[in-house]
């Protein structure tokens, strides 16, 4: 189960092409390094957003995860990246 | 300004399909299901933090007076939470490191092929010779 987590990731060329996407100035660019290292922040990110809303679900005796305990851990997401 | 938006929601949707893939593992190692619009909600906002990442990688190189994004700045990214920022420390480690085998590989490929070359011209020129 390990081993698959590790393999599910972002791919380097769509965070490139994403932060790329949002910059404001066209000049600025992004190595290849630290294209992986900004997958593996996004990778973080997302994990640790379904770990919150799973345990929220768990708090609240629900089977499955839904929409509201997403909403739930949002804010406290948002401020912790 | 059409073909940006389609360009946009190309890589919202390489986005999601990554994100629901992650969401589907996390989930199924806690034995939990999530519903197709929590892991929507969860996609949308990773994108969102995604621009939000970006501006401050950009203003990060900007105030290095650089135009390309570093590992460090991604590491300045990192510095609000202890763990968090220790594990990126540890990946640009493990990716620095990773480069320079390969590099070394690199070299002694580059290596081999050229003695290879030099064996191969010179069985050429001996063939030649011969002929």
């Not at chain 1, 965070?15 to 973080?44: G, Q, V």
């Not at chain 2, 460090?72 to 480690?93: C, F, M, N, W």
């Amino acid at each position: 189960m390990a081993g698959q987590e590790r393999e599910v990731a972002f791919k380097k060329e769509t965070i490139s092409k994403l932060l790329t996407l949002f910059f404001k100035d066209e000049k600025s660019k992004i190595s290849n390094d630290t294209a992986s290292l900004m997958a593996e922040m996004l990778r973080i990110f997302v994990i640790e957003a379904t770990r919150r809303a799973v345990k929220q679900a768990e708090n609240e005796d629900c089977v499955g995860v839904d929409l509201e305990h997403v909403e739930k851990i949002l804010p406290q997401l948002l401020l912790d990246f | 300004m059409d073909e940006q938006e389609a360009y946009t929601q190309r890589l919202k949707a390489a986005v999601h399909y990554t994100v629901s893939k992650i969401c589907q593992s996390t989930a199924a190692e806690c034995e939990k299901e999530m519903s197709r619009q929590a892991v929507a909600a969860i996609a949308e906002t990773t994108f969102r933090q995604c621009e939000i990442f970006a501006k401050d990688l950009e203003a990060f190189a900007r105030h290095a007076k650089r135009h390309t994004i570093n590992v460090d700045d991604v590491k300045l990214l990192a510095r609000r939470s202890t763990a968090l920022s220790s594990h990126i420390q540890q990946k640009s480690e493990e990716l620095a490191v990773n480069n320079q085998e390969l590099k070394e590989k690199r070299k002694k490929n580059a290596a081999k092929r050229k003695s290879k070359e030099m064996e191969g011209n010179e069985a050429d020129e001996a063939g030649d010779t011969e002929n």
